[in-house]
């Protein structure tokens, strides 16, 4: 069973088609039930690490959808939930 992955809202759909295609259980928070955009604003602020399992936070803005999907798949392939707890910051490296 694969661990269920929320996209933000500023991240192109395509992200969220693409993993789905690796076998992810993704979710985009434009498509989600209970949450809409601007939901999701100041993540760190608003949600203790006890919410959550984890969160990938990209620094830079510029990535395609697919070098986010590659990396997203890349990492969650690699690293079981347990660790990946807490906010994980993830830069070009992955690419």
């Given at each position: 069973m694969s661990t269920p992955v ?16 690796d076998g992810h259980d993704v ?29 990938l936070f990209f620094t830079d ?35």
């Amino acid at each position: 069973m694969s661990t269920p992955v929320l996209l933000d809202e500023n991240l192109e759909h395509e992200v969220c088609y693409r993993l789905r295609n690796d076998g992810h259980d993704v979710e985009h928070v434009d498509f989600h039930d209970q949450l809409q955009k601007g939901d999701d604003d100041d993540f760190e602020e608003y949600y203790d690490e006890s919410d959550y399992w984890g969160v990938l936070f990209f620094t830079d803005n510029d990535w395609s959808a697919a070098d986010v999907a590659d990396t997203v798949h890349r990492i969650l392939t690699l690293y079981p939930p347990s660790e990946l707890q807490g906010m994980d910051v993830v830069g070009r490296e992955w690419l």
